[in-house]
């Protein structure tokens, strides 16, 4: 047996174009990663992205088996590399959230009695009823979304349930899809998994529980009793509880490692499997968010992750079971104007000069002499609205501003919609809030400063590269004593701490709060005039 500091963890994410492991010591430092890519390493599964998309461009799959061949792939790679299997003392993971994978009728046999002889791919070529199974990319299900809503009693009530109004990409609806249309595959099925927990089903030789947090993403799972909701099961398919198993807690230990993996790879048999999660949650357990901190991925879309005590779940964002803390939330935002409108223009007013863009937003002052712009170049998610919408000191609405008023106009409007729809899902800034910054744009301070300022909190910044297979190493650790009581943050400060940046302007809070109110009244109003 290794001695404790000798111990490593693992943190396997299956995600939508490749499957990748991280290993860290009991210090926390990565010791090996490694991946396979899907469209390359696996080619005669003919993806691309990882996924096959339909003639009709709304239902998009994954074939399950390639899953299962890219571990196959990944463990020899991590063996040939020399990592000692038997050092491994928890393991978890992440999956790309929503995706469902169908196991047949005495798939659940043939998982506890895998030959070690074999690999998983030719074990299991016969164990799933569905070989291509519904991803998050899929928008196919937008009947049974307003069959779930109406029998939930309208989109807000499912919302109130759930944690989100129904989403074709959230599982329950592609489950009723899949009953609906493809009937006898439905009947063929013992168990559904999704990604997360099908993929530690392979590891515990067992049918693994689905765990809160990932759960919350289904459309199914109430997520303030922690438990299947009838009205939501019995909307989607007869007996789904069953099917689904009862949820358990994210930190849940769900059983030692298959003899499999002990006798193939030489994994100690004290190897302990740790729930696996959906793959934001396991990025929030990466980022070690805590209670009041916000962070803000600025890439393509604008993402905004949450920790939330006391949720408000609205028509708009996702509100999850926390993964770390069972006690709390965390909720997801999604903004898709973001860096491109950034672009657009920093290539308008600042002849596509990045420092001609910052140094318009070092130039103009805190509130922007009262000017907002809302700037949503294709349709927004959060608000469902399109268009530019330019307002003076007054609330009228102006047809042009000066470049450099423009540039502090679009970086304040965005800031001041992530801090909107945040706060109206429960979000609050306490004393000792952070924002958490990454991707793109995280990489200019003068951006980062109008976002300390509309937060009225410190930026830092953090590298988001590996932060879901860090989340997931970091929950297997946590996993072993989480049942005594022993808090995630306790387990984790030995984790590079993130880069302080800036910090918010003394007046930041008094000018902002000021400008919240009248940029949510400005957004109602652009609302009204735009809907159709």
Sequence with gaps: MAAARDFLYLGFDFSTQQLKVVAVDGNLSVVHQNN??????????????????????LTVTSPVLMWVKALDLLLDKMKRAGLDFSRVRALSGSGQQHG????????????????????????????????????????????????????????????????SRAYERFTGNQIAKLRQTRPNEFQDAERISLVSSFAASLFLGDYAAIDFSDGSGMNLLDIRTRTWSKICLEATAPHLDRLLGTPLPSTSVLGPVSSYFVQRYGFSDGCRVVAFTGDNPASLAGMRLQQGDIAVSLGTSDTVFLWLQQPRPALEGHVFC???????????????????????IRNECTEGSWEHFSASLRDTPLGNNGHIGLYFDTMEITPP?????????????????????????????????????????????????????????????????????????????IDLSNSTCLGAAYRALHG?????????????????EPQLIVTPHPTAQEVYDTMLRRFARLEERVLQETRP
């Design 322 to 344: 926390n993964p770390v803390d069972w006690q709390a939330y965390m909720a997801l935002l999604c903004f898709k104007n973001g860096s491109l409108t950034r672009e657009r």
């Design 36 to 57: 396979v890519q899907f469209d390359s390493e696996l080619p005669e599964f003919r993806t691309q992205g990882g996924v096959h998309i339909h003639a009709d461009k």
């Design 100 to 163: 469902s994978v169908f196991w047949r009728k005495g798939a659940s046999e043939t998982l506890k009695q895998l030959d070690p002889d074999q690999d998983l791919n030719q074990l299991l070529q016969d164990s799933f009823s569905v070989s291509d199974c519904p991803v998050w990319m899929d928008s196919s299900s937008t009947q049974q979304c307003h069959e779930l809503q109406a029998a939930a009693g309208g989109a807000l009530r499912l919302a109130e349930i759930t944690g």
């Design 385 to 461: 609205a399109v268009g530019v919408h330019r307002f003076d000191g007054d609330d009228n609405e102006v047809s042009s501003l000066s470049p450099q008023v423009e540039v502090r106009a679009l970086v304040e409007g965005q800031f001041l919609s992530r801090r909107l729809h945040g706060e109206r899902l429960g979000y609050s800034i306490i004393p000792g809030t952070r924002v958490l910054a990454t991707g793109g744009a995280s990489s200019n301070k003068e951006i980062l400063q109008v976002l300390s300022d509309v937060f009225n909190a410190p930026v830092y910044t």
């Design 480 to 496: 072993l004593v989480a049942e005594t009581g022993v808090c995630f943050f306790d387990v984790v400060k030995k984790a590079p």
